[in-house]
């Protein structure tokens, strides 16, 4: 089944909208390592879906699921140092998946390769950002206070534990999806720059969300067509771009 | 009719007890504060009331009672992309046990605390820290809690600046009517405002009017071996 440019920039503009937008409220609590990290736990979940001839998407987001699970259960059973935790754990994620990749698929798990996914996935994650920036956009209040305080949730009769465990359920969900688009390695980077920019020029709140899903949307549609034009993955032309454009944006910073 | 009853409280970090038998009681319209010297459990004892520290013993509410909370304002980042008045609406709508709409304006909010209304459209980063103080004490307010909590800053801030907010909080708490549980390590405040003190240092020192508990004595108890002078306000 053939896939036109048009529905590929159409569901890579959906997918950096949606990153964007879960970026921005990451970047609330400084998440943006443990969403780089994260990222690194779907390549084992992808190198099984590879060898074992099933849909990688799932094997991704499974493993990205017991990742999220982890961390949720460490940072609230326990009194481990989670930064210390989820390095290990990843990079050993990150070398589990490096031995167990195909060799001729590994650039395309790390890098992405938009142009190369099936139809029915392109509107599977078109299905899932749509749902993740639902999911976002409804609850944004409570992920708001969440993200900057769990004694003030609390006191406002909340339950900061449950939202924190629903943002990265939605958070592995975008991962899973958005790996097509970038890859293991760069996924991170479309959650966390658009919203990293945003946050350098926004007045609000309102503003600061709005903007962060426009300029992951901006930067998907601009580099999903240059890559197009000159034969490049669309991934790494997203990262390059959206990072000058960030270090730009930091003499625009209001303050 | 109590408001709040905490009966033999303990609290631990992994083997190390950071409250234990901590047992009072808050009736409404009551100013209680619980004074005691640094890394005595005050906070503690605050983050085990709202329910973010898990604990043993028993802390119960009247029931439906709606709680505010002020925590020091070091806790909350400042540097955020985000409105006083979005800020302030981060309440509406969410609570589970509390009604959909906030009692109060945005507006009524901000003027609890003598902010005028242009403060409304202000950044988190363009506010001072004194008046980042205040937003946080009328976020607490406007949905109109039976019960504020209120954890005085640590860091060191004028006297005069702390002065103004305990006199701004009892002329609140008159007005809106909430019973007012304080931490605080200044006997002047504690003596000024409060109807019940609890002394800690990781148990319980003594719990009564200020006048009744806090003599010399207990101070001493309290905070060791150095020289106090006690307080008589004749007024």
Known sequence: ?255 | MNILEVKKLRVAYGREEALRDISFSLEKGETLAVLGPNGSGKTTLFKAILGVIPYEGEVIFDKNIRIGYVPQKLDIERDLPITVEEFLLLKEGIMSRHPKHLTHTVYEALDFVHLPASFAKKRFSELSSGELQRVMISWALIDHPDLLLFDEPTASVDVAGQETIYNLLDNLRRREKFALLLISHDLTVVYHYATKVVCLNKTQICFGSPRDVLTTEELRKLYGEQKFYTHTHNH
Request: charged share 10%; hydrophobic share 60%; no cysteine.
């Open chain 1, 1 to 255: 089944m053939g896939i036109s440019l048009v529905q590929v920039l159409i569901v890579g503009a959906m997918i950096a909208a949606a990153s964007g937008v879960l970026g921005s409220f990451a970047l609330l609590r400084r998440m943006a390592l443990v969403g780089d990290a994260l990222s690194h736990v779907a390549f084992p979940g992808i190198a099984l879906g590879l060898m074992f001839n099933f849909n990688p998407f799932l094997g991704a987001l499974a493993f990205l699921i017991l990742g999220i699970s982890i961390i949720w259960l460490i940072e609230h059973k326990t009194k481990l140092p989670v930064d210390t935790l989820v390095g290990i754990m990843f990079s050993l994620a990150l070398a589990l998946g490096a031995m167990l990749v195909p060799e001729e698929r590994i650039e395309e798990v790390l890098f992405g390769n938009i142009m190369a996914v099936s139809g029915l996935d392109l509107w599977l994650a078109a299905l899932l950002s749509l749902i993740s920036l639902f999911f976002l956009i409804t609850f944004y209040k409570r992920l708001t206070l969440t993200m900057i305080s769990r004694d003030l949730s609390y006191s406002a009769g909340s339950r900061p534990h449950l939202f924190e465990f629903l943002f990265l359920l939605v958070f592995a969900l975008m991962v899973a999806t958005g790996i097509k688009f970038a890859g293991a390695l760069l996924i991170g980077s479309l959650i966390i720059i658009p919203a990293a920019i945003a946050r350098n020029v926004a007045s609000s709140m309102k503003n600061y969300l709005l903007l962060s899903g426009l300029i992951g949307t901006m930067g998907a549609l601009f580099s999903v067509y240059v890559a197009f034009i000159y034969g490049l993955e669309a991934g790494p032309v997203f990262v390059i771009t959206s990072g000058i454009v960030f270090f730009i944006s930091v003499f625009l910073v209001k303050r």
